[in-house]
């Protein structure tokens, strides 16, 4: 099999799990442009992604760090709209629409790191070392990232409830 | 409501990921992106030999002479504001650097680039922009260092190279730095744009490999080149006469944001605040801390830092949240606001050298970014850019 043919059939099988991940890390309007530059990168590298230890690894590894490195700057925007609609969110709707759905919203106002963290850790049940594998950083700066996500999800609960207007008031 | 369990995190981002029908493989797409990839090397292949044929032939005096050009076109102004909701008064256009598509424009000049320019330093009248090619995926895009003259036209290139990501120019626009691929490696470079000294380099860290972040948080005034791979951070030293050496300290899981003189800010995100410190050979130490002052916002929530920006002397920070432009005194403690107008997407800001912040904004309607120039002491703001005509839409990229 030549390398052409191999990437075709790896990209065929992974694809789906791939853009799975890049709407988990980027949403669904920019998931595809995501998973596709991903894939394309990977092609562009392909010699070295099949010779590496986990192939997929190796491309979970360009999608993350394409995540992170690339729209920082929309996403930051993103983040700010994302926090005042949370506002309205919470002083509107009746506690049955809220719970898991709501968790997601707050998940997507996370930061890029420390939600790449999260979904790593959470969806894609990867160890700290093998998120910090990805990331390229050390096991304790996941732990950080994660402690840091985890305690922003309280508080932006905490904060819901106690807010005037909020569920509580 | 109670606080969401680890097996929540986990059954959302499930549920999440099964909602998602991925589309088809996009192999057709992808052939396109690698077709036009080899059709443009080709291409420049051609033009490189044809550059060089045409060079010869005028050299040896076949070609006719080459007369100059018409007059090339006055600097552009920055247009009148074409949103309706949006009437602030047009001010001044920024002397803050930025890129709108391919055009570079700081103040009256415009610089035309060869490709959309996706990243953007400053220091004074010296300019290091990225012309970015998004089908490219190689280090092929264009890293440029030039200075602007009093005439606003551009200088000989200081720097031309092909890299992957922007550098960083350190305050006084004396040194830049870049990465570089060499093959499986990835080379530091740090050049004294004078020309009186050699190069510096060093090997960058991490593993060499395709996607991998190095962000370039800054040089000190004294040379020290500050950057990061992923959220781990590495200081190199760069002083003239030294080896080049790695320095430890900046705080594990603490990104260095930006360089100020000799100072360094970093940024433990949301909802703790920042840091101030100097980094040298003795590591972190620290000067700031803004736990003990973070300002509370609003419904009582603590200000998030992720998104706020640092002046050039290092004294105050600004951010917008909700609407509203902020500008927090490190000095005094004080938090003074001033009300974006309704409607609009307020982003990231920027402080202009006379103290004046820029905010990057979207009004509302079909119209694209401005930025808008706001004082904050004496509450007052202005349009001080908005693009028109086929880039309207566009957004800025603009220097920190």
Redesign the interface.
Same mark, same amino acid.
């Given at each position: 099999m030549d390398l052409e043919e191999s990437f075709t059939a790896y990209a065929g099988a992974r694809w789906p799990a791939l853009y799975r991940l890049a709407v988990l890390l980027a949403g669904p309007s920019d998931a595809d442009d995501l998973a596709q530059q991903a894939l394309f990168r990977a092609y562009c590298a392909w010699e070295r992604v099949c010779g590496a230890a986990s192939p997929d690894a190796y491309v979970r590894r360009i999608l993350v760090n394409a995540y992170i490195t690339e729209g920082k700057r929309q996403r930051r925007a993103l983040d700010l709209v994302v926090r005042r609609d949370l506002v309205v969110v919470n002083g509107s709707l009746e506690d049955a629409f809220v719970g898991r759905n709501d968790l997601w919203t707050r998940i997507e106002a996370l930061p890029p790191r420390q939600r790449a963290v999260i979904v790593l850790r959470y969806y894609e049940d990867l160890s700290e070392a093998a998120i910090a594998e990805v990331l390229g950083c050390a096991p304790g700066t996941v732990k950080a990232h994660a402690a840091a996500a985890l305690k922003s999800l309280r508080i932006s609960f905490e904060t819901a409830d106690t807010a005037p207007g909020g569920r509580d008031a | 409501?109670p606080?969401?369990t680890?097996e #929540?995190?986990?059954?959302?981002?499930? /549920?999440? /990921?099964d909602q998602?029908v991925?589309?088809?493989?996009?192999?057709p797409?992808?052939r396109d @992106?690698?077709t036009v990839r080899r059709h443009r090397r080709r291409v420049l292949a051609v033009v490189a030999v044809a550059a060089v044929v045409l060079g010869v032939l005028a050299s040896i005096g076949l070609g006719r002479t080459m007369r100059a050009g018409p007059d090339l076109p006055g600097p552009a102004h920055t247009g009148s504001p074409t949103n309706t909701a949006f009437r602030l008064e047009q001010g001044a256009p920024p002397r803050n650097a930025y890129v709108v598509g391919r055009t570079l424009h700081v103040g009256d000049s415009t610089v035309a680039l060869s490709g959309l320019g996706s990243g953007v330093a400053q220091a004074g009248a010296t300019i290091m922009v990225l012309e970015g090619d998004d089908r490219c995926? #190689?280090p092929c895009d264009l890293l440029r260092v030039f200075q602007l003259g009093p005439d606003g036209l551009p200088g000989p290139d200081l720097v031309h190279v092909r890299a992957t990501?922007l550098g960083a120019l350190d305050g006084s626009g004396r040194y830049a730095a870049w990465e570089e691929q060499h093959g @499986?490696q990835n080379l530091l470079v740090v050049r004294r744009l004078d020309g009186t000294e050699p190069d510096r380099t060093a090997m960058s860290p991490?593993?060499p490999?395709?996607?991998? !972040?190095f962000?370039m948080s800054g040089i000190t005034d004294d040379g020290r080149l500050i950057g990061q791979? /992923?959220?781990?951070d590495w200081v190199w030293h760069f002083a003239a006469d030294e080896p080049v050496r790695r320095l430890v300290g900046v705080p594990?899981?603490m990104p260095v944001r930006q360089v100020f003189g000799n100072r360094a800010a970093t940024y @433990?995100?949301?909802? !703790?605040g920042w840091k101030v410190g100097v980094i040298d050979d003795r590591g972190w130490t620290e000067e700031a801390d803004s736990a003990a002052t973070l300002p509370v916002l609003y #419904?009582?929530?603590p200000l998030?830092t992720?998104?706020a920006v640092w002046s050039p002397d290092g004294q105050r920070v600004s951010f917008?949240? @909700?609407?509203a432009l902020n500008v927090y005194s490190a000095i005094d403690g004080v938090l003074r606001q001033m009300q974006l107008p309704p409607g609009g997407?307020?982003? #990231?800001t920027y402080f202009e050298d006379n103290g004046h912040v820029l905010a990057r904004f979207?009004p509302p309607g079909e119209g694209g970014e401005v930025l808008v120039r706001c004082d904050v002491e004496r509450r007052d703001c202005e349009l001080a850019a908005s693009p028109t005509g086929p880039s309207s839409s566009a957004?800025f990229?603009i220097a920190d």
């Open positions: - | 409501m606080e969401p680890l #929540d995190l986990r059954v959302v981002l499930q /549920a999440r /990921a998602v991925p589309p088809p493989p996009p192999f797409l992808l @992106r690698v995926v #190689d990501y @499986r991490g593993p490999w395709s996607g991998e !972040t962000e791979r /992923a959220v781990g594990e899981g @433990r995100g949301f909802p !703790t #419904d009582g929530s998030s992720e998104g917008v949240e @909700r609407n997407l307020g982003a #990231d979207l957004q990229v």
